[in-house]
């Protein structure tokens, strides 16, 4: 294929990555994943990056995968499409910040997942949410059905899986789909102030609670404080020595 769909632009240590095929409304190809896992391999090492924010180009943050793609898949080309997409998915959880969605129009579908596969979302008022895989025929194949249980319960998910029905931003906080509101012009600058906030945390800290919590929610809760226990003593004579030096101190920490 000779375009990209992907436009990341480095901010002082954050990263906006804007997924830009407004033609379609975002919608989720072959050359998105490639270009999505590439993209996730050329920063997982890059340490002057505390935090990634995820938004897309036009009405659409994304309006789910790429219908035209996958009208004529056969049942085991589905799987793959499925395989493929979480797996890239999945590598959000690898990386060492958080990643935010910036969720600026439609999130349908595959978009929907998208979002949910990220750390936590911020939506604009004109956002709106649904799985709509219903009306085609399918299910999600990008582990909505696993993610939208586990942000919200189990009932407000059915609802909106067999319902498809599409709920606006504020409906989408009250279910903590997303974690806050913004107006449409403010949803980059809030955005991208709550990822400088972070990036001026300690960074060994904030890798760490992003991989205990992930992690932990995952495990039995005991198995999870041991996690907890193992990684509190990491920061100690390093990085946790300099942000406690420096509060006794009465400066700012310089990592
Ligand atoms: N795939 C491909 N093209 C799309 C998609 C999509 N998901 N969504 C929109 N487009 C295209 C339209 O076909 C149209 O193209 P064209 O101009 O060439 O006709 C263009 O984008 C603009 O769209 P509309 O004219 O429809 O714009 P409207 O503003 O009238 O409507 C909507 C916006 C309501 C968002 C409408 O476009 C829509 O309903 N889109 C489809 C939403 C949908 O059903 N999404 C779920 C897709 S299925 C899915 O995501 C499954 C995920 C798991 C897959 C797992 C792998 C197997």
């Known amino acids: 294929m000779d375009y990209t769909i992907l436009r990341p632009e480095q901010k002082g240590p954050v990263m906006l990555l804007t997924i830009s095929r407004p033609s379609a409304l975002n919608a989720l190809n072959s050359v998105f994943f490639n270009e999505m896992d590439d993209f996730i391999t050329s920063i997982s090492g890059n340490s002057e990056i505390r935090a990634l924010i995820i938004t897309g180009e036009g009405k659409a943050f994304v309006a789910g995968a790429d219908i035209a793609e996958m009208v004529n898949m056969s049942p085991d080309e589905g799987r793959a499409f499925s395989a493929r997409g979480q797996a890239v998915f999945n590598r959000f959880a690898t990386l060492p910040f958080p990643v935010i969605a910036a969720i600026n129009g439609f999130a349908l579908g595959g978009g929907m997942e998208l979002a949910m596969a990220c750390d936590f979302r911020i939506a604009s008022a004109t956002a709106r949410f649904g799985q709509p895989e219903v009306n085609l025929g399918l299910i999600p194949g990008y582990a909505g059905t696993q993610r939208l249980p586990r942000l919200t ?58 991989e205990v919590t992930r992690k932990g929610v995952e495990m039995h809760y005991q198995e999870g404080e041991l996690l907890e226990q193992k990684h509190f003593g990491d920061p100690f004579g390093n990085e946790g020595l300099e942000g406690m030096k420096a509060f006794l101190e009465k400066r700012k920490p310089n990592w």
């Open 153 to 210: 319960n189990l009932a407000d998910a059915l609802w909106l899986l067999t319902t498809a029905e599409v709920i606006d931003a504020n409906t989408a906080l009250q279910m903590r789909l997303v974690q806050k509101v913004t107006e449409p012009e403010a949803l980059i600058p809030e955005t991208m102030k709550m990822a400088e906030n972070i990036a001026a945390k300690g960074p060994m800290a904030v890798k760490l609670v992003k």
